[in-house]
């Protein structure tokens, strides 16, 4: 065998695979340095989705006329002097491999001035070759034109996506960046358009609008919160604001724009029981971490952190979210144009949508206004802090949902959404003394896969806490012993099988989630179902149950447990206010 | 048709078939009762399918026929009529009955009887025989036991086993068994095995009089049914297939603790514990604690809850074994008590994860195996 020390070019153009993915990942290395830089401004211009050209240019500091050579070298940095800086890094880039890796897959050019000297310096680089220094008149900063990305490794050219998904992951770049640095000017143009722009006034919430839409970005809470030195703030999507996939949890770490699955996961956890099963949370949560507590340097893109003690942050996360979900979870309301005799399906299809409110027919030509500003300001206030107000039972509708008033108008309650919670409540309070279970007259024996086996075997002891003891009875065999008394009433083989599920399809980032995951399914059945007549008493109970719970506006399961219409919707409904 | 009844009758037997109308049904004859001129007398019926009530009133019958009329309806009217003839006639074309009462002539639209599903005619021959008094203490004493969950539709029935003169119910829930054993004034034949509705039997207990009448049931073939025949009231329920628990098994051969009480102050503790257990579990203690030469023993049975408080209540007891500490669902205690006739009860226990045995003292053939409860660790 003969083995060869690869030639400079092959291995350049090897790791630059690593940090050079596809034309956003130049973008994202670019603009990093200029922020490092001290850039207060930076413009970024993009043709045929960055393969054609990517430009960026910013107003940092600069890099020196003779030192622009080097600074094209493997491994040349001028934020870092030796390994110890690497445990405590404040820049965003450090490993001086963007340039280089960027330089040898394009035909590249920079062009950078500071502000004591002069003149500027170009050296223009084809496929990380060539590199002469010349002389030239520009402004303070540095421009960099990437043409041709990819030009040379075909390969990597073929396996791009298709154009408007490039074009999408820079804009996601840029924009995540801008929401970070808000007091950076930035100016992101595809294809001679500018399709995003910040003022750089430091208004994140500005920037929320671009990134979402006006709209969520007035209802995104605020989260504000920290321990020890690690600050955690950000947005967050109220329950009612939800998206089908993890794509709009961002976090940034110091600045950088990290995707993390532990801590979206402990974001999304920290929703649990208010979101629909299959719904995500919206945020942006920017952790500042001391630097020695965080090890950035796992993967040359950097998109990868590891924290010291990852059970804190991650706790810290959720206490964050939580907290600020637990003060803001809004009594959904019927929108004010909806029609009355539409409102039966408005409230069908918010159950079975989620949450867009559905279009459905509007009042009259005045709706287009109301459709643009807030419905009313008198609805905007923000709700009472926690639990729902004191309700009085008036009457149930349609077998499933009770009627009540409050101090604030008129509330439509789920009875089995409502039950859900109160059943979850009681059964997660008994959970912390002791769950009193039933022994089984005769022991039910079930017969379990492999897999399914395992991991029942593994959980025993949490089943055992929940009141279920279960025997093992030979071979993937199980005897059924006991069930949780509040279950009694239910078949335990099917309520056991139902927990079984529940195991496999954790993501398991905590344990103890399962428990609670478990009850949630145990109550959804235990539940009243809608459809069943409650006497007044039996209604009167179940408000008052709800009142006393901790987190009553969602079922487990992040249904709404009731709607709220208020004194100020119904009077404008009836042409008491606000005259049409 | 056309017939005339008394208004009372009408109203009586009106009483106990709409029991069996089906109150939520898409079929829309199954909200209705048959009316049919049958035998000289007139007929009423109602099923939901599952259960069906038929009932046998004297009538004056001139033109016969049938038709079904709606059941709350037909009864809210007939409620109303004065205590006197009723005449009712049918409009065979438009399905019209006209029921006409003294001053008072209605007109009520029906539906056509060949709408409403057939009801079986059964042979009354090799039927075993109830008084009809002693099936309803026996029903009474096991249904309760009986499940509410459909999940396991076989404990939603009660057992029913006659071989020779002798007859067993017994019925379970899962959680706790109710047997009752008793003797027949004449021995079946064939021996029987079936599994019946538990609401099936409580229906019957509700429309059989209370006098000394024979109730004649019987199992006709390969129908899967269950007839219960009486004079003027006919009652059948499908049966439910499947295998009922082996019970016999569950009840516990032997025990370490006998404790003796009175049946009323048991069921008056229980009762007071039920009070405060009933919040979340129904959990209650049943602390056995035997006596010595000095005091007689005692029981106590005390239950707690977060939100209400506790109580705790002494009863006096005839202890033979060793002292015992176990929990129960109070509700089912309170239910078997509730049906033991005898003045003392015995209750039997051997630990705390082993299951309870009430027996009324002096009443052999009668139980009651409760499992106990205990709190998780």
Known sequence: MNIIILPDEVASQIAAGEVVERPASVVKELIENSIDAGASEINISILEAGKKLIEISDNGEGIERTQLITALARHATSKLRDANDLYKISTLGFRGEALASIASVSRFSITSRTKNSLEGGRVIVEGGTGGKLEDIGTTVGTLIRVED??????????????????????????????????????????????????????????????LYNPEIAKQMLVVDSGFDQISI????????????????????????????????????????????????????????????????????????????????????????VKRALLAFTPVPELQNQLRWSSMAETINSEFDQGIKPPPIGTLDDDSAKSVDGPIDKGDQNPLPVEGVPLLRQIGQVGASFIVAEGPDGLYLVDQHAAHE?????????????????????????????????????????????????????????????????????????RALRVVIEDFEEDEKPFHDQIEAKIIARVCKRSAVKAGKILSTDEQKALLLDLEACSSPRTCPHGRPTMIHLSINLLERQFGRKGAR | MKVSVLQ??????????????????????????????????????????????????????????STTVPSRTFSDLVGTLPNAQVDMSLNTQSQNLNVNSGPSNTDIKCIDSQEFPPMPKPELDGGAEFNVKDLKEIIRQVVFSASTDDARPVLTGVLLVIEGNKLIMAAADGFRLSVREAELSQAVEAPIRAIIPARALMELARV??????????LLPEGRGQV???????????????????????IIPGSHTTRTVVSTNAFLKACK??????????????????????????????????????????????????????????????????????????????????????????????????????????
């Open chain 1, 149 to 210: 990305l990819f030009y040379n490794v075909p390969a990597r050219l073929k396996f791009l996506k298709k154009d408007p998904t490039e074009k999408r992951q820079i804009d996601a770049f840029v924009t995540r960046y801008a929401m970070a640095y808000p007091e950076i000017r930035f100016r992101l143009t595809q294809d001679n358009k500018i399709t995003f722009q910040t003022s750089g006034n430091g208004d994140k919430r500005e920037i929320l609008s671009s």
């Open chain 1, 233 to 320: 703030k950000g947005f967050i999507s109220p329950t009612n604001l939800t998206r089908s996939n993890r794509q709009a949890i961002t976090f940034f770490v110091n600045g950088r724009w990290v995707q993390d699955t532990a801590l979206t996961s402990a974001l999304i956890q920290a929703y649990r029981t208010m979101l629909m099963v299959g719904r995500y949370p919206m945020a942006v949560i920017f952790l500042e971490v001391p630097p020695e507590l965080v090890d950035v340097n796992i993967h040359p893109a950097k998109s990868e952190v590891r924290f010291m003690d990852q059970g804190a942050i991650f706790r810290g996360v959720q206490g964050a």
């Open chain 1, 421 to 493: 919670r109160i059943l979850f409540e009681k059964f997660m309070k008994m959970q912390k003394d002791k769950i009193p279970s039933q022994a089984l007259l005769d022991p039910i024996t079930i017969t379990l896969s492999a897999e399914e086996s395992n991991l029942l075997e593994d959980n025993l002891p949490v089943m055992g806490k929940l009141g279920f003891v279960i025997e093992s009875f030979g071979p993937k065999t199980f005897r059924i012993l006991s069930m949780p008394s509040l279950l009694i009433g239910s078949d335990p083989e």
């Open chain 2, 8 to 65: 009372e009758n009408l109203a009586q037997g009106l009483g106990i078939v709409s029991r069996a109308v089906s109150s939520r049904s898409t079929l829309p004859v199954l909200a209705n009762i048959l009316v049919k001129t049958e035998d000289g007398r007139l007929r009423l019926s109602a099923t939901n399918l599952e259960i069906g009530i038929t009932c046998w009133i004297g009538a004056k019958i001139e033109e016969e026929g």
């Open chain 2, 208 to 217: 059989a009089g209370d006098g000394d009448e024979i109730v004649t049931m």
């Open chain 2, 227 to 249: 007839i219960f025949r009486m004079k003027n009231i006919e009652l059948s329920s499908q049966l439910i297939e499947g295998n009922f628990p082996e019970y016999q098994q």
């Open chain 2, 272 to 377: 007071q514990a039920e009070i405060f257990a009933r919040e979340g579990s129904h959990i209650a203690r049943v602390n056995v604690i035997p006596g010595n030469e000095m005091q007689p023993g005692t029981i106590e049975i005390s239950a707690q809850s977060e939100e209400t408080g506790s109580s705790e209540v002494f009863v006096d007891a005839t202890i033979e074994g060793d002292a015992v500490l176990i929990a129960f669902n109070v509700r089912y205690l309170r239910e078997a008590l509730d049906v033991i006739s005898t003045p003392n009860v015995a209750l039997e226990t051997t630990a705390a994860a082993a299951p309870g045995v009430l027996r009324p003292l002096s009443e052999e053939g009668f139980l009651h195996v409760i499992m106990p409860m205990h709190l998780g660790n």
